[in-house]
């Protein structure tokens, strides 16, 4: 029996997932929900499934799993109500966009009948398993990095620069950098640095330090008026004598030793959906929903990012160092 999966969401990330799902001989469209009826009808067209106007209505269509992928700041609330239906969740990043609402998400994940799957898609790009290997296989012992996720401008689309929407520059672009660096590096200890506002109306740029329980140090480094110059995401993690250094999604390099040669992996000729890890998360996705695995990404995978970029938000404000965790908010169940 197919899985039966509704959308909440039809924007530019709603239909990746869409096109990918209908991909999957396991599932089956019942229902793309937006609250714009235009959108919601082109993709509904699309991918051969209703076009609904309201997340009830898609609820009412007893989908089995749920992706919610509305704007930042609207994903809680429809998450909350697809896991109180019983449904499996996929959601899009981040979690949420404040610690409170990451907490009530993870607490609800953990006493749904449902699984909950976070969308942290860099997590299955190539270039990113590429580097977690060196490391699960002893290859590459992390000493030192610096990572760094630049956006070229808050313009295009408009609404990255409408932090209500967003939730705020961290969590739109950098959030993607806080969840990279504990899937390769570990939990953080502490975090300071540093943000100035200097074209748009929020905080614009961040350069930050890490320190993780593990003992490796790394610089972050985010800013959202950088130009578009490639690679505008580069990740540099450091063994001894040993570096893997990530290129956007496009390729990644490991140097084995001061003098070996590099070894390469080039993904740009690699389907979009591919080379950026959505195909595989959405699989794994499925997997999970059908109990042949656990969630790929999960709650606390979410929540943790969350957290991350709280405390980078709190580093920079107060100009102090912070350290983790945080003391989890007092949420009402």
Request: aromatic fraction near 8%.
């Amino acid at each position: 029996m197919a899985v039966r999966v509704g959308v909440l969401g039809a924007g530019f990330i709603g239909r990746i997932h869409a096109l990918n799902l209908r991909q999957d001989p396991r599932v089956e469209i019942v229902g793309i929900a937006d609250a714009v009826p235009q959108a919601a009808g082109r993709l509904a067209a699309e991918v051969g499934a209703r076009p609904l106007g309201s997340l009830e209505a898609l609820l009412d269509a007893a989908p089995d799993a749920v992706y919610v992928t509305t704007p930042n700041t609207y994903h809680v609330e429809p998450v909350l109500a697809a896991l109180a239906s019983g449904a499996h969740v996929f959601s899009e990043k981040p979690m949420a966009t404040s610690l409170e609402g990451a907490w009530r998400i993870r607490d609800a994940a953990s006493r749904s009948r449902g699984v909950y799957q976070i969308g942290f898609n860099r997590r299955f790009a190539p270039v990113y398993r590429f580097a977690r290997r060196l490391i699960d296989e002893g290859r590459l012992a992390p000493l030192a990095a610096q990572l760094k996720h630049n956006r070229g401008e808050l313009r295009q689309p408009a609404w990255t620069s409408d932090p209500g929407v967003t939730g705020g520059y961290l969590y739109e672009t950098p959030v993607h950098l806080f969840d990279m660096s504990r899937f390769l590096l570990g939990d953080v200890a502490e975090i300071q640095g540093w943000a100035r506002r200097s074209v748009y109306a929020e905080p614009d740029g961040f350069v930050m330090l890490l320190r993780f329980r593990s003992g490796v140090i790394a610089s972050l480094t985010s800013v959202a008026h950088a130009s578009w110059l490639f690679p505008s995401e580069r990740l540099e993690i450091y063994g001894e004598h040993r570096a893997v250094v990530t290129e956007e999604m496009e390729r990644a390099s490991f140097s084995p030793g001061a003098r070996d040669a590099a070894e390469v992996i080039d993904c740009a000729a690699m389907p979009f959906e591919q080379k950026w890890g959505y195909a595989a998360e959405d699989r794994l996705f499925i997997d999970a929903v059908l109990g042949e695995r656990p969630p790929a990404v999960t709650a606390e995978d979410g929540y943790r990012a969350t957290e991350l970029v709280e405390a980078c938000a709190r580093a920079a404000r107060t100009q102090q160092r912070v350290t983790l965790p945080l003391p989890e908010p007092q949420g009402e169940r």
